[in-house]
């Protein structure tokens, strides 16, 4: 069994922003694979079902994102996941630019705030993730602000794009395994300069 957890935070304001790709990627994969994500345990929303013939686990922390690691921790001690080779995390990265995926199967949080609390909480780096380029921050912006804004029209297309690619990554990886989703999904990306983003 898998856990597929899409990060991000609950309530309507931050639905769509920078933040939130992990869940819109998650949507995706609900609606491609027949999955309803609407069973409130673990301190997050999950749904059960299969993809690419594995069974597998949709996870929508709802602890807000400084505090993700809280909701996995409990769901991958109650369903027994092996995090090292059964925990999939989607989530954004401002090293990437907007829509551009990239596959690890381990590394370091990179100052992004909710793999911070996931690696705490699980107590280990090696775990495959999928992260999903939402811009680099402007100069003179705040970064807090810039990674709970929408994106422009012109960025949208390309995230759209993106958050597709995401969930065929995740598809992969269940049908194929990370090392070849890497080798499908990851492309050389400038402005990738770090092994994570560094978010709040």
Partial sequence: MYMIAGLGNPGREYA???HNVGWDTLDILADKN?????????????GKGIIEGEKVILVKPLTYMNLSGESLRLAA?????NVETELIVVYDDIYLS??????????????HNGMKSIIGH???????????????????????DYVLSHFSDEERAAVEEGLIKAANAVETILSNGVDAAMTEFNRKEVVDTSSGSDEV
Wanted: proline letters at 3%.
């Fill in 77 to 81: 001690d109650y369903f027994k996941i």
């Fill in 98 to 111: 907007p829509g551009n995926v990239r596959i690890r199967k381990q590394g370091s949080a990179g100052g």
């Fill in 34 to 46: 027949n999955i309803s994500i609407d069973t409130g345990k673990f301190k997050a929303l999950i």
């Fill in 122 to 144: 699980l107590g280990t780096e090696e775990f495959m993730r999928v992260r999903i380029g939402v811009g680099e921050k402007p100069k003179g912006y705040d970064l807090k």
């Fill in 16 to 18: 769509h922003t920078r």
